[in-house]
Every structure is written in structure tokens, then in C-alpha cells.
């Protein structure tokens, strides 16, 4: 049943985020510090019970369970699964359980915590353990999986990364590239994924672009999908590339990253101006997280049978200003992966 195009659970879970929010946001005028230490020895994972500010983030130990995401069929829609089953090695031939060192911290997490990530409130509920990107190593895997146990390899899954032991289908992970630090890749997947996506809907992969003009616009360019952006762009033949940043620390980060022209949008006078002199013609694709703020201004710069390709809407999402918070999670003896939330 469906109330505003909306299912009655989904506009449930809305509401109930949309007061505990005002409640966490009114409660972040005190400063206060929250720790979450347990012994090295106890696995753990951050859970959150249910939408809201940052007292919602909780490390509970597993006390036997494995983190498993939504999509992992016989399990959906989790978030825990039994370790007996991996003892019983009866988890599925494809699957396979991961030993989790590192986890990437997205903006999607933020969302996830105050209730407005709806495929979160869709296919997981309350409560739900965040997080897409992770590294680790195999402890256990199935016969049809293609890993060995102990092999070092990142990945992603449909929530359930903020955890020391994940379940996760085989197709979703792949093993770590030999020079490459294993703290380093787990915070590729979710980006890159995303803006591969993004570039393929721009009409740029697999298929060569094949319009005239090639020339790319970016928002938010310097962030974690936009900095992939820059660099699939330029790998897929786009020119200029053009790449918004909020501010100039950023600029020498995206040339070096292949921007050909880096707009500081917290200096520029009129930054629309200066769009349109990077590229008087248009641009056949503009990449946009911002969402209300620039999304129709990016519509009017547009070539002729370009697309706007919207990845986020950060901008229509409340800001507040917490300070002195932070969650320290201890994931192994000699492993510490640490939160600090800043919200802005």
C-alpha cells in the first residue's frame, strides 16, 4: 500500500528520522565526547538502532554473528547471520566471509544514520550496520567462490562494511592488488563503481564518445566519486574537463588529477560565468552531486543532446555544526580504524 507514491513503511521510517533528527540536532548544542572501546580481542560492529545524530552510532560485539548485506540470497535482509553456519560450512558455495580491517566512510553513511537512505529503510530497516567499501582478508570461502583462505581482498556490500566478519557474495570482491595497501583500496569501490556508472550514462563507456563536442563539467570535483570522475573522464576521451572545487586547496589536487580548467567556486564572482568561458559551446556532460543548488543552472549549460548526470543531492540535506564528537572503534589488536565525525 502506497501513501504519496510512497510505501506506508518507507513514510514511516521517514517521519520517525525526521523527529529523531531534531531531537539529535537540538541535543548537538552541548558538546560532549562519546567513546566505544571494547577489548581487542572482541569482534565488533557499529550498529545503529535507529535514525538520528551521532549518540545513534553503537559498537556492540557481534557475540558470534557475521555482518551480511541486504542482497545475499537466504540471508536478506540481515544484518547478522550465525557463525555456527560458517563452522558448519553451510553458508552458500559462492559466498564468502571476510575478515574486515579497513571500511571507507561515505557521505551515503551520513544518510543512512539519519533515516533518509530509502533503500536502507527499504530493503534492511532498524537495526542496520552502515557501510559499502571494505578490505580484508578471507577467512572463510565457499567452493565455488574462487578465493583461498588468507588472501588479502576489498570489495563491496550492500551495507554491513562497518564490521570485523562480513558474508558477501564472491562476485562482489576481488583480490588485492599486490603493492597496493590494503587501506588505501578500501575506499575505492563505492566511488569508483559510481562514477563508472555516471560516465556510462554520459554515453562515454564502454562505447567511445562520439560527439563533437566532449567537454565535461564537475561538481564537487575534489570529493571521493568526483575526483574519480576527473580521471575516467579524461580516460574516455572528454575535453575540457572542467572541475568545480569549494575551495582552493583543492584546485592543484584536481590538475593533478587531470582537470583542465579548476573553478574555486568560494572565490569566483559569478561561477556560472566561468563556465561558460571554459566552454563557450556547452558541455555534453555535466556531472552533478549538489542537487538544488546548481541543477538548473547545469540544465541551461548543457550542449545540444547533452546529459546531466545527478549522483547526489547533498544540497538538499540540512546542515548542522557538531563539534568535540567522536567514536573511536577498535577493530582488531593491532588494527584501528577510527571515526570522527565533523558535519557541515
Known amino acids: ?69 541486504y542482497n545475499v540470497p537466504g540471508y536478506a535482509p540481515g544484518p547478522f547471520v550465525s557463525r ?12 564468502v566471509v571476510v575478515n574486515v580491517t579497513h571500511f571507507s566512510v561515505n557521505y551515503a553513511d551520513v544518510c543512512i544514520r539519519w533515516g533518509l537512505y530509502e533503500s536502507a529503510l527499504r ?13 580484508g582478508t578471507v577467512e572463510w570461502a565457499g567452493a565455488e567462490s ?51 556508472h555516471a560516465v556510462s550514462l554520459a554515453g562515454a563507456w564502454p562505447q567511445q564518445l562520439v560527439t563533437i563536442n566532449k567537454a565535461a ?7 571521493g566519486v568526483g575526483s574519480m570522475l576527473i580521471q575516467m573522464c579524461k580516460a574516455r576521451g572528454f575535453s575540457p574537463i572542467v572541475a568545480v572545487v569549494g575551495g582552493t586547496h583543492k584546485i592543484e589536487f584536481c590538475r593533478d588529477l587531470g582537470a583542465d580548467v579548476v573553478i574555486d567556486k568560494s572565490k569566483s564572482k559569478d561561477l556560472w560565468k566561468e563556465v561558460s568561458a571554459a566552454s ?20 541551461e549549460h548543457l550542449a545540444r543532446c547533452g546529459k546531466i548526470v545527478l549522483y547526489g543531492f547533498h544540497s538538499n540535506i540540512p546542515k548542522a555544526q557538531v563539534t568535540s564528537t567522536h567514536t573511536h572503534i577498535h577493530t582488531h589488536a593491532h588494527t584501528h580504524t577510527h571515526l570522527a565525525a565533523s558535519e557541515q
Open 84 to 95: 555456527e553456519q560458517q563452522d558448519a560450512k553451510a553458508f552458500g558455495p559462492d559466498l
Open 123 to 135: 530493503y534492511v530497516g532498524w537495526p542496520i550496520v552502515p557501510g559499502f567499501d571494505f578490505s
Open 217 to 223: 563539467l564537475i561538481h564537487s570535483a575534489a570529493g
Open 1 to 69: 500500500m502506497k501513501l504519496l507514491g510512497q510505501d506506508l513503511n518507507v513514510l514511516h521510517n521517514q517521519l520517525t528520522a525526521l523527529i529523531q533528527n531534531i531531537l539529535a540536532w537540538s541535543a548537538s548544542f552541548v558538546a560532549h565526547q562519546k567513546k566505544a572501546i571494547l577489548p581487542p580481542s572482541t569482534d565488533r560492529c557499529v550498529s545503529i538502532p535507529g535514525p538520528g545524530g551521532l549518540d545513534k552510532l553503537q559498537v556492540v560485539p557481534l557475540d558470534g554473528r557475521i555482518t551480511v548485506g
Open 280 to 299: 563557450p559551446s556547452g558541455y555534453v556532460a555535466i556531472f552533478d552531486a549538489n542537487g538544488v543548488e546548481t541543477i538548473s543552472q547545469s540544465y
Open 146 to 196: 574462487g578465493f583461498q583462505i588468507g588472501e588479502k581482498v576489498f570489495g563491496f556490500t550492500m551495507f554491513g562494511a562497518y564490521t570485523c566478519r562480513l558474508l558477501v557474495p564472491c562476485s562482489q570482491i576481488r583480490k588485492t592488488p599486490s603493492k597496493v595497501p590494503q587501506e588505501d583500496i578500501a575506499g575505492l569501490p563505492a566511488v569508483a563503481a559510481t562514477a563508472l
